[in-house]
T-cell receptor, first 116, second 112 residues
């Protein structure tokens, strides 16, 4: 089946530094990738949608300059949290649309970001 | 936009009993309704889905029912096992929508 590999699974960083999270589609080409944020015991909040080779579309209220998304290839999308602060601590999850399945989406395993 | 409500937020059952989680949606254009299981510290995994041209779908111990008129759909888990314990999310999506709208999740605990 379609697999999205997400790394790292956990990361701790200091306030003010930047952190990059990677999502790779292992056995398919992901033209569209979704990035979610999830707070403890809450639902998934869509942050942005990225399409390979074009700028990401951000949801209302999400800072584009803080959460940089790059989807430079059909198998790799990255989310960079810039100048991280403790309030950015959260669980970040990517999801890719599976080709040939208009409704099919597969999720990465998530990244637990803790900013200290 | 679409609004999905999910109930209950927590559900505790004895092993072997059935569990039912319900969701309602607001956008009549939504035509795809997946259910995801999320274990602690992991990403969601699709467990079953249903499209609007079908009223019920079953896969072993899990089933999903859809009532388009009432705009609600439900997840049914029979003969629950401790390993079914997780957070379950419903979602709704329309064909022309790029994104899915998720419910707030249900924490299911199956007691041995």
């Amino acid at each position: 089946g379609a697999v999205v590999s997400q790394h790292p699974s956990r990361v701790i960083c200091k306030s003010g530094t930047s952190v990059k999270i990677e999502c790779r589609s292992l056995d398919f080409q992901a033209t569209t990738m979704f990035w979610y944020r999830q707070f403890p015991k809450q639902s998934l909040m869509l942050m942005a949608t990225s399409n390979e080779g074009s700028k990401a579309t951000y949801e209302q209220g999400v800072e584009k300059d803080k959460f940089l998304i790059n989807h430079a290839s059909l198998t790799l999308s990255t989310l960079t949290v810039t100048s991280a602060h403790p309030e950015d601590s959260s669980f970040y999850i990517c999801s890719a649309r599976v080709p040939g399945q208009p409704y099919g989406y597969t999720f990465g395993s998530g990244t637990r970001l803790t900013v200290v | 936009g679409e609004n999905v409500e999910q109930h209950p937020s927590t559900l505790s059952v004895q092993e072997g009993d059935s569990a039912v989680i319900k969701c309602t949606y607001s956008d009549s254009a939504s035509n795809y309704f997946p259910w995801y299981k999320q274990e602690l510290g992991k990403g969601p995994q699709l467990i079953i889905d249903i499209r609007s041209n079908v009223g019920e779908k079953k896969d072993q111990r899990i089933a999903v029912t859809l009532n388009k008129t009432a705009k609600h759909f439900s997840l049914h888990i029979t003969e629950t096992q401790p390993e079914d314990s997780a957070v379950y999310f419903c979602a709704a999506k329309a064909t022309n929508a790029g994104k899915s709208t998720f419910g707030d999740g249900t924490t299911l605990t199956v007691k041995p």
